[in-house]
């Protein structure tokens, strides 16, 4: 129960991530924010910092919205590269900004748990649009933890590997799913990034591979 009667955002909330984290946090006994509604949208300004106004001050924002898009550099076309920017790299970036002034207001530091992905470090042809945006995650997650450090707020990332999810295994049906690690588990490790007990670890990307 180390979040008991601590608010905590959770953007992305009811993804199949999503709700295996919202359900860790809860059982820790955090005041859960899901940022998933018609009326929030996180690639826009106003929107995103609307949300954000709106709550008592956040001990804790974790930032589970992206999506992935797979293709050769030839056929990647402007606009796909641009999409993956404001889908993965955009909202993160607003999200932590309006966390940051939120946690602040509470004066008691916080944390901050961004998503990045595997091939940030252990690229794999076929994907730049996705994992260049999902490196901006990396990048911001990293020069935040530096620029946060003195007043206690302490920023981490997750990089999964092929999450053990109904739709990823529907697209990859021959696949050793045993392998892929469970939303379940993964948001064990971004609890305690996001926990009170997390006095000292800010600036990392941790590997959430499993087996795979």
């Known amino acids: 129960m180390s979040l008991q009667g601590k608010h905590v955002v959770i953007t992305g909330g009811r993804g199949a991530l999503g709700k295996g ?18 009326d929030v949208q996180l690639d826009d300004e106003a929107s995103t910092r609307a949300f954000y106004a709106a709550l008592p001050p956040i001990w804790a924002s974790v930032h589970l919205v992206g999506g992935f898009a797979m293709a050769p550099l ?11 920017w404001r889908l993965n790299t955009l909202t993160c970036f607003l999200a932590c900004r ?6 602040r207001k509470g004066g008691q530091g916080g944390r901050i748990v961004n998503v990045g992905s595997r091939p940030v470090i252990a690229p794999v042809g076929g994907m730049a649009a996705y994992v260049a945006a999902k490196a901006g995650v990396a990048s911001l997650t990293q020069t935040l933890a530096a620029e946060l450090l003195g007043e206690g707020i ?3 990332a997750v990089l999964p590997s092929t999450i053990d999810t ?4 529907a697209s990859m049906p021959k696949a050793d799913h045993g392998k892929w690690p469970k939303p379940e588990e993964i948001a064990e490790t971004i609890a305690f990034l996001a926990s009170p007990e997390n006095a000292l670890t800010s600036g990392t990307l941790v590997p959430v591979f499993g087996r795979a």
């Not at 030839?74 to 993956?84: W, Y």
């Not at 309006?98 to 946690?103: D, G, Q, R, T, Y």
């Open 21 to 38: 984290v919202v359900s860790v946090f809860e059982a820790r006994g955090a005041t859960v924010h899901v940022a998933d509604r018609p």
């Open 74 to 84: 030839a056929e990647t076309s402007v606009a796909d590269f641009e999409g993956q």
């Open 98 to 103: 309006e966390a940051v002034i939120s946690m």
């Open 154 to 156: 302490l920023v981490n």
């Open 166 to 169: 109904p739709a990823n295994r």
